[in-house]
């Protein structure tokens, strides 16, 4: 089970986590598995079409998906996937 580490500010959407695992061998798969078990995340996480919102940076072990083969990247069980949300203001 790859280990996803979540945005504290978000936790309140995922039972109060900001790390859990979860069972997936894409990084597409983990994300609709996180959506399907915690919907009320879904909002927060995609947007109307379907796609991860483009505030939202997804890094594996590290490296940012875009640089990687995106929602098709393979997962094996020790990686680390964490979601970042960007931040803007001034």
């Given at each position: 089970?790859?280990?996803?580490?979540?945005?504290?500010?978000?936790?309140?959407?995922?039972?109060?986590?900001?790390?859990?695992?979860?069972?997936?061998?894409?990084?597409?798969?983990?994300?609709?598995?996180?959506?399907?078990?915690?919907?009320?995340?879904?909002?927060?996480l995609l947007?109307s079409a379907?796609?991860?919102?483009?505030?939202?940076?997804?890094?594996?072990?590290?490296t940012h998906?875009?640089?990687?083969?995106?929602?098709?990247?393979?997962?094996?069980?020790?990686?680390?996937?964490?979601?970042?949300?960007?931040?803007?203001?001034?």
């Amino acid at each position: 089970m790859a280990l996803v580490r979540f945005p504290p500010v978000m936790k309140f959407y995922v039972d109060n986590q900001t790390e859990f695992s979860v069972t997936a061998s894409t990084v597409g798969e983990l994300i609709a598995s996180v959506v399907q078990k915690y919907p009320q995340v879904k909002f927060h996480l995609l947007d109307s079409a379907g796609a991860v919102r483009r505030h939202f940076n997804i890094f594996v072990n590290g490296t940012h998906i875009r640089d990687l083969d995106e929602m098709q990247t393979k997962l094996n069980d020790d990686d680390k996937v964490i979601l970042m949300a960007s931040a803007a203001g001034g």
